[in-house]
């Protein structure tokens, strides 16, 4: 892909860029245009955020479609999931960042999987319930749109930039653990510490880049970083399974990535003067104590009943969370003290008594599990201006913000959420082969949330407007009357055929050849998946630049930052309908 250029003030003057604003504005009718952001490039100020913007008659048709080969798959199945009309936003950012909390740092709109958070263990997905009319457990999430009438100003960003010391961030190995066996105990913990050491040794390598993001320097300490906790984390797994315990899952947590948080504290202040609402968290979410990292040593013969129930914790506070999000509004004061986190503790306290009895039974049983039965929500507000509280582990990341007020804002996303007029879900074929089955809990990303500070490899354009499907923007696009602002998300269509992720969330999946939709060698076809969001903006909204995409705070609402992530919880049955749909070249849903 094209990489776009980056203008900053002293390459164009004031009087070129309004040039190219009468331009845009001739395209679209328009008498005036301001603009929202300068797309993270460093530069950011009101005027030069008017490349961000492009009228969609000015991009050329650029949309490929391979022609069908007679051994292709050109069927099509559509599943109606909704428009998230329950509610479910969230910062959580469950593919791309597991076990970390508010990890996007921006909300997404959810549908599908109501209970997901990003602990979310593959069996509380299956035994969520869903959005989707068929019965689709998959969760499908992408960053909302907003819509500020007021002028957001770059210079908050830059300032707040230039105040910022980029972290290393890490899921969490440690409370992630089946139980651990007794004798292998003290090696697994020696292996943790060694992985807390590593992190504390790339943000060492981090502080080169204090004030300003280098995606040079940010894929050499997170490429190094990766290799080393890949070797650490294989060697944590053959440790558990050697000395008896399960095989952990573990290759979803291989990855970290550089946060650029403390932007936002920098921001709070003026961006609650342009009407963040501080008060209670919008997102409310059950947080409990975790108990997998505070368990000592398993005996053998407890070690199946141990992580039985380890699982049930994990469903439970699933459950609680589906809960939050099917009552949202009923009740009182006390309502999800009551039905809710009452219940919860009542529960927490039986399991967490069963397995300090299981230990119990063949050793020495473990204290103070009792106190772990609590949970609380995510709706204290911190002070004004307060940063995150800093991790007691090198290897668990701070805690995020959490949205506040009713339109679910963080500092530098502010706006009120534009809600999908519609959502189209498709799984379609391939033009030169047949399709397989995916895996059930296949992960997959489409896009890049952050291209300005990893670079711009994997990012995707997927602006357009309705009617002009046969071109795609990396810019916002400003559409004609009765022409819908459409983003258009297409996944991976091949799957390397053994694994449902891997270490950087991308390796296991590939996209087909642009020009002859063939998969790469080793790889085969999968229904591939294509997420159409259309949205009702107005036309005013659109010329003056007063829309735009949350996202992380180094991006700055960058258009070419949009991405869609994917979990696969459709039944065994339930794919194979889709696969034989698709390979009989029908429209099913």
């Known amino acids: ?175 992630r653990l089946p139980a651990v066996p007794a004798r292998a105990r003290a090696g697994v913990d020696r292996l943790l510490a060694e992985l807390g050491r590593l992190t504390t040794d790339a943000n060492q390598r981090m502080t080169v880049s204090r004030g300003r993001i280098d995606a040079r ?32 899952g573990l290759v979803s947590l291989v990855d970290c990535d550089v946060s650029y948080d403390a932007m936002h504290a920098a921001m709070h202040s003026a961006t609650h003067a342009a009407g963040v609402k501080a008060g ?19 005996p053998d013969r407890a070690l199946a009943e141990v992580n039985r129930n380890l699982d049930e914790l994990d469903r439970q506070i699933s459950e609680a969370n589906e809960r939050l999000v099917t009552t949202r509004g009923q009740g009182g004061a006390a309502f999800i003290d009551n039905a809710v986190l009452g219940p919860l503790k009542a529960k927490r306290t039986a399991v967490l008594d069963r397995i300090g009895i299981a230990i119990g039974r063949q050793g020495t049983r473990p204290q103070g599990l009792e106190a772990l039965a609590g949970c609380t929500l995510n709706q204290t507000p911190a002070a004004p201006g307060t940063p995150a509280a800093p991790s007691a ?17 963080l500092p530098g996303n502010t706006g009120g959420i534009v809600r999908p007029a519609k959502v189209l879900i498709e799984y379609r074929g391939n033009p030169v082969s047949k399709v397989t089955p995916m895996p059930k809990f296949l992960r997959a990303l489409t896009g890049d949330a952050k291209p300005t500070s990893r670079g711009p490899a994997n990012a995707r354009a997927t602006w357009t407007c309705s009617g002009f499907t046969d071109r795609l923007s990396d810019k916002y696009p400003i559409c004609p009357r009765g022409s819908r602002v459409q983003r258009v998300h297409d996944f991976p269509g091949c799957w390397d055929g053994s694994n449902i992720d891997s270490d950087n969330h991308r390796r296991h999946v590939a996209f087909a050849d642009r020009a002859t939709g063939a998969c790469p060698q080793g790889f085969r076809a999968i229904p591939q998946l294509r997420i159409t969001v259309a949205y009702d903006i107005p036309q005013d909204v659109q010329v003056r630049g007063q829309y735009a995409l949350d996202s992380f705070p180094e991006e700055n609402h960058n258009p070419f930052s949009d991405h869609n992530d994917f979990i696969n919880v459709n039944s065994a049955q339930t794919m194979q309908r889709i696969t034989t749909c698709i390979n009989k070249a029908e429209n099913c849903s």
């Open 217 to 248: 320097v940010n894929k050499q300490v997170l490429d190094s970083l990766r290799t080393r906790r890949a070797a650490l984390i294989k060697d944590i797994s053959a440790a558990v399974t050697a000395a008896g315990g399960n095989r952990p």
């Open 280 to 298: 209670r968290a919008a997102n409310p979410r059950v947080q409990c104590p975790t108990v997998r990292d505070r368990l000592p040593g398993v």
């Open 1 to 175: 892909m094209k990489r776009r250029r980056t203008w900053s003030p002293l390459m164009r003057s004031r009087p070129a860029r309004l040039a190219m604003a009468a331009a845009v504005l001739a395209a679209t009718g328009a008498l005036t245009v301001t603009f929202v952001s300068s797309g993270g490039k460093g530069t950011a100020d009101a005027a030069t955020s008017l490349d961000q913007f492009v009228a969609i008659q000015n991009v050329q048709p650029n949309v490929q479609n391979p022609k069908p080969a007679a051994t292709g798959s050109t069927g099509r199945f559509t599943v109606n999931c909704g428009t998230n009309g329950n509610g479910k936003f969230s910062p959580d950012n469950p593919v791309a960042q597991p076990g970390i909390k508010n990890g996007a740092e921006h909300v997404h709109d959810f549908v599908g999987n109501l209970a997901i958070t990003a602990d979310s263990s593959n069996a509380d997905l299956d035994a969520s319930g869903t959005t989707c009319r068929n019965g689709d457990k998959s969760s499908y999430f992408w960053p909302v749109v907003r819509i500020d009438r007021s002028v957001r100003s770059g210079s908050q960003v830059q300032q707040a930039l230039a105040r910022t010391q980029p972290m290393v961030v890490c899921p969490s190995v440690g409370d």
């Open 393 to 409: 582990a090198p290897t668990s990341p701070a805690a995020l913000p959490d949205p506040q007020g009713p339109n679910l804002e």
